[in-house]
Structure formats: C-alpha cells, structure tokens
Nanobody, 119 residues
C-alpha cells in the first residue's frame, strides 16, 4: 500500500500565501503522476495542478498564482499558493499515481487539508 500525508493548510487573508506538502510512503517502485486537487462545499473535486514527467498542467484559475513542485528522491509534492482569493477556499487533496514493487499500479489520495481564505 501507498500512504500519503498532507500538511500546510490553514486560514489566510486574501492576497496571502500558503504552502501545501504531501509525502508518499510505502512500497513505491516508481511514481508517474503527482497532483493537487480541491473540493469546495457543494462542488465536485477539480484538478488544480498536475505534474507528470516533464509536463505540468495548471487549472486556468490558478495560473500565475500557484506553483507545483516535486522531489523525486523524497517522493514529495508541494503546492505553493500565492495571492490567494476567497474562491480558493476548499479542501485540497494530493494524488499520486505509480507502480509498487509488486508491479501493481496504484492511485492514492491524501486525507485532505483545509484551506480557508477570508478576512
């Protein structure tokens, strides 16, 4: 099994910054995709930023404000969020997809971390 542990959420004023981190552990042979998603109350979960190989895709609503980064040696992925807006308020989830040492594909989700942007 692969476990993900998230950290870094909280309450921030509009225009502020937060950094989310996610660490993957377990019998990981390789990781192909790492990403961040979010879900606001009453809405469906949506993609925020996803990185795979040398390609990174951002949702239009975060372009220029959020930056995703990964550390392949540590199996971690982070999301630096700048110029936060009230509409960024949501539970943020990390997702990691790859292959275990048993050569099984996996897709694991973090427990979610609350980000609240409010004055």
């Amino acid at each position: 099994q692969v476990q993900l542990v998230e950290s870094g959420g909280g309450l921030v004023q509009p225009g502020g910054s937060l950094r989310l981190s996610c660490a993957a552990s377990g019998r990981i042979f390789s990781i192909n995709v790492m990403g961040w998603y979010r879900q606001a109350p009453g809405k469906e979960r949506e993609s925020v930023a996803v990185t795979s190989g040398g390609t990174t895709n951002y949702a239009d609503f975060v372009k220029g404000r959020f930056t995703i980064s990964r550390d392949n040696a540590k199996n971690t992925v982070s999301l630096q969020m700048n110029n936060l807006k009230p509409e960024d308020t949501a539970v943020y989830y990390c997702n990691v997809r790859g292959t275990t040492y048993s050569y099984q594909n996996f897709s694991s989700w973090g427990q979610g971390t609350q980000v609240t942007v409010s004055s």
